[in-house]
C-alpha cells in the first residue's frame, strides 16, 4: 500500500537558518504530494502541493519539489522565522481520491 | 478561510462508557468528512469516510461496531466510541471536503479531540 516517511525530529534552528524537512513515498501509479502544517492548538493547514513530477509547489517561503525518480518530496526554506515553528506533516493522494496518506509528522522549533 | 471545529477538544472518561465527539463545518457545507487517529509521535491513521446521507466506509481494521460515524447534516459528522477502553487513548481528527467535492486540498481539517480513557 500507500507510505510516507519522513525524517525523524524534533528539528531545533536558529532563527534565519536552513530548513530541510525529508519526505519520501511509497505509491502506485502518480499520486499528489502535500506538505501540511499544524500550528498549537489549530487544525493541520495546506501548505503546499504538487501534483505531478518535477513540479515545485510553494507558499510563504517554503519550497518543495515532486521529484519521482527518488520518490521524494522534500521540504525546504532558506530562512526560517519564530513562527514557522510548528508540526510539519507530508502527506500523499494515491488511487483513492480524496484519501490522504500521512508521515508520522516532524516537530520544528525556531529560536530567536 | 473554511474553518472546522471539534468538541470537545479534551475528554476524559472511564473504561466502558461511551464518548461521542463532534465534527462541525462552520462556513461550508460538507459532503464527505474524513475521521483520522493519531498516536503519540506517529502519523495520522484514515479510519473512515463518511458521506452525509449514507453509511460510512471503514478502513480495514477498524472496528465500525466500536467506531459508530453518523454524517446526518451537511455541516455536522459525529464519532461515537462505544465501550471505550484504555486502548482507545488517542487523538482523533477530523477533515471535511466542501460540497464542490475536488481533491484533497480541498480538505480542512479540525483541531482534533483528546481523548483519554482510565
Known amino acids: 500500500g500507500d507510505s510516507v516517511t519522513q525524517m525523524e525530529g524534533p528539528v531545533t534552528l536558529s532563527e534565519e537558518a536552513f530548513l530541510t524537512i525529508n519526505c519520501t513515498y511509497t505509491?502506485?501509479?502518480?499520486?499528489?504530494l502535500f506538505w501540511y502544517v499544524q500550528y498549537p492548538g489549530e487544525g493541520l493547514q495546506l501548505l503546499l502541493k504538487?501534483?505531478?513530477?518535477?513540479d515545485k509547489g510553494s507558499n510563504k517561503g517554503f519550497e518543495a519539489t515532486y521529484r519521482k525518480e527518488t520518490t521524494s518530496f522534500h521540504l525546504e526554506k532558506g530562512s526560517v522565522q519564530v513562527s514557522d515553528s510548528a508540526v510539519y506533516f507530508c502527506?500523499?493522494?494515491?488511487?483513492?481520491?480524496?484519501?490522504?496518506?500521512f508521515g508520522q509528522g516532524t516537530i520544528l522549533t525556531v529560536h530567536p | 478561510g473554511a474553518v472546522v471545529s471539534q468538541h470537545p477538544s479534551w475528554v476524559i472518561c472511564k473504561s466502558g462508557t461511551s464518548v461521542k465527539i463532534e465534527c462541525r463545518s462552520l462556513?461550508?457545507?460538507?459532503?464527505?468528512m474524513f475521521w483520522y487517529r493519531q498516536f503519540p509521535k506517529q502519523s495520522l491513521m484514515l479510519m473512515a469516510t463518511s458521506n452525509e446521507g449514507s453509511k460510512a466506509t471503514y478502513e480495514q481494521g477498524v472496528e465500525k461496531d466500536k467506531f459508530l460515524i453518523n454524517h446526518a447534516s451537511l455541516t455536522l459528522s459525529t464519532l461515537t466510541v462505544t465501550s471505550a477502553h484504555p486502548e482507545d487513548s488517542s487523538f482523533y481528527i477530523c477533515s471535511a471536503r466542501d460540497v464542490a467535492g475536488g481533491p484533497s486540498d480541498t480538505q480542512y481539517f479540525g483541531p482534533g479531540t483528546r481523548l483519554t480513557v482510565l
Open positions: 505509491a502506485t501509479g502518480y499520486p499528489s
Open positions: 462556513d461550508f457545507q460538507a459532503t464527505t
Open positions: 502527506a500523499l493522494e494515491g488511487t483513492s481520491y480524496g484519501k490522504l496518506t
Open positions: 504538487a501534483t505531478k513530477a518535477d
